[in-house]
């Protein structure tokens, strides 16, 4: 085959990140999991695939439960009136059209909450604050992301008729982060929503104050019960069909408040123009294929649907990037122990370009995860700089202006060395055990 | 009389610029000129004022023209469906409840705008872009702010429907900037809106297409009529009656987006901290006015009405604190010959605390400038750092967390210093002329 950045040819500006980065966040913007946004960013992926040269491009359909945004807002209704930025985590459930008001009860913790009795807060809403502060790996996130997740069920426990949480994230804007809860098991999921730092703030400073503190808050999301998501899946074919394939990933869908440029259209961008260019002075050994993921956000079921649909094929190793598009500052590998000298190659290639070999665990992501963990694979982490990651995450302020190009750039650079090394390597990649 | 400080006495925490800065985004919020709440603030400054000691406290009302925000919501529809981050400039006119729809029209500065032939822009929706930056001095708001002051008087003689403009601002955030635009002599006024920067940034990517660009826009904020607002008066009386006073003013109004932390309580904390500061060791020999004006943001009435009730009486020098809550950088004074040494010695007195002394010309502001240009009084600029201001100014992230409080503390130390020099001058102080 002709080596695909010439077969791009005529459109070279196509392949590059920025250049996926910005078509998407433009010409289709915010890609809610399972609504029409998502098909049309699919349809919009396979043509852009097809067009960089890549081959067995297709869409692969599976179902999740549908979920959309409805009404939001909240107030604090005494001890002054005080308007509150909110919105719905994911797979919240409605509050009547009227909404609910009631005692606002603070948390300074989830700790807090898990701590207060049984039934003790019966129409009441509970408020979790917490401390997350921004670090370079985003580590944080994991641990402080728990008064979301688990948050709702632990409200619902308490007998709250809604759950507010300060938003997980690190900035000091008005724009309130969503993100996904765990739906519980049985009955309807409490409503919840998340306000901005600063209106968090508020309610901590009226909550030190000991006077009565009340609350409204009205968000009438709904369910859209089972609906098509879908991954997208293309190759660069390697020369040698008997090696087995790297699996580069991103997610294609994003939240609905902004336009999915940091989460995760420059994830997109960065492992395809990488593939591209790491394949640019020759056909690779080895097939890379490139997972643009569906519904990533909503519970990680385009990352299912491919170890579902994909467990019994071969795969070598896996890659993911959706953590923005900021410089990548580490190297983490899970390889066998017979691997470690490939490892090592690719951890000297690395730190000519400043990126130094850690010895914690890759992580992987919910994309390439559930394939890592049934098939024991390989996994290489390219950690970004998360710093300011944090500041946007699931936010309307996930916009196009945030992206780098200088980092994003140095981000394509690292993957592309990485993936060349990986491509061209002839011998057998072992699962990691 | 006691010193203002010690009768402050038991609570002196009171009395400093963050707790009065606190205080009034806690526990009133925001105070659009001409609502409740504007006249709760004023009953929170009066009674607040006479904890701290001061004298002759008042609040002196005067009418305005009411106007209150409504429904807002714009997007694009053609050639995709995104949402626009989207507020009513302050004395906006409305859409039909329904919105409108129709042509979206980009025009890359306010100049092309004008170009544009009358009638042209019938049943179309008018896009005017700007290329505001930071600068320490704040200087581009005046020039580009005219996008937002006469746009929409220039877009309804073009026959638009609708104007959105880039917000006069310097972020990359999706909150949008509001401001006031001038009422036109006659007929109704233009439905007018700012979208966010991303948002902006958005619709110039998809006007540069030449695609059909299409977009929706409703906007139904509405004219109250005649409604009440107020100045609030305040002194710490001289040694001397027959010394002029010094006046000097912050406004307490703010707009309904935000809390109105950097615009205006800063200058309320800053101004009345500083008075309390300057006479901590004494009663000085010149009285020191303070004037909390309303309504400054929908069109400096606050600062009108007072040259109007006080314009017959003695003045001798005005400064005013309108900028935001970070350091003060540069001192510019407009005084009369004769006073010149005067001037020179406040010069000194800045030098020692970083603080130049420009040749520029004093701008005073809003809430002082009209009884300034009635009398010709002497004007004193403490200019702050306003790099970050216009990335809050006017939006709902005009909150509390933006306060530096190191940065503020060297404000009210400027300004305590310049007070205290003023106050124990007991020479005439010259019309500036």
Same sequence: chains 1, 2.
């Avoid at 790996?137 to 688990?150: I, T, V």
């Avoid at 869908?253 to 989460?263: C, E, K, R, T, V």
């Amino acid at each position: 085959m002709a080596s695909p950045a010439c077969a791009a040819g005529g459109d070279a500006r196509s392949s590059d990140a920025l250049s996926i980065i910005t078509d998407l966040t433009t010409d289709v913007g915010q890609r809610l999991g399972g609504t029409e946004r998502e098909a049309a960013a699919r349809d919009w992926a396979v043509a852009r695939l097809k067009e960089l040269g890549f081959a067995n491009v297709r869409s692969e359909p599976f179902p999740i439960t549908g979920w959309v945004r409805g009404e939001e807002k909240a107030a604090i209704t005494a001890p002054v009136p005080q308007k509150l930025a909110v919105t719905a985590l994911g797979y919240s459930g409605a509050t009547p059209p009227q909404g609910v008001n009631g005692e606002l009860v603070y948390f300074p913790t989830l700790d807090a909450l898990k701590l207060a009795p049984d039934g003790s807060l019966r129409g009441k809403i509970a408020f979790v604050d917490h401390a997350m502060k921004a670090a370079q790996d985003g580590g944080g996130y994991g641990p402080f992301g728990e008064a979301r997740r688990q948050g709702p069920t632990i409200a619902a426990a308490k007998g709250a008729s809604a759950l507010l949480i300060r938003s997980i994230g690190t900035d000091h804007t008005r724009s309130p982060h969503t993100g996904v809860t765990r739906i519980p098991p049985q009955g309807e999921p409490l409503p919840s929503g998340a306000v901005s730092s600063p209106d968090a703030d508020l309610i901590a400073r009226l909550a030190a104050k000991d006077k009565p503190l009340t609350a409204s808050v009205t968000l009438t999301p709904r369910f859209t019960g089972q609906v098509m998501s879908g991954n997208v899946i293309a190759e660069l074919p390697g020369r040698d069909p008997k090696l087995a394939p790297i699996l580069v990933a991103c997610h294609l869908d994003s939240w609905d408040l902004g336009q999915g440029a940091i989460d995760d259209a420059s994830g997109c961008g960065i492992i395809t123009a990488a593939a591209l260019e790491a394949s640019k002075s020759g056909q690779l050994a080895r097939t890379i294929r490139v997972l643009w993921a569906g519904t990533e956000e909503m519970g990680g079921f385009g990352g299912q649907a491919y170890a579902k649909a994909h467990g019994a094929e071969p795969h070598a190793v896996v890659m993911e990037s959706d953590t923005g598009a900021d410089r990548v500052f580490r190297f983490l590998f899970r390889m066998a122990p017979q691997d470690k000298p490939l490892a090592e190659r690719i951890g000297a290639e690395l730190a000519k370009m400043g990126i130094y070999t850690g010895d914690g665990a890759p992580e992987g992501g919910e994309d390439v995860g559930y394939i890592a963990e049934k098939q024991k694979l390989a996994v290489i982490d390219l950690n970004q700089d998360m710093i300011r990651y944090f500041d946007w995450h699931h936010t309307p302020d996930d916009t196009l202006d945030k992206i780098d190009p200088a980092q994003l750039q140095q981000n394509v650079d690292a993957w592309a060395a990485v993936l060349k090394i990986l491509g061209s390597y002839t011998g057998t990649i072992n699962p990691a055990g």
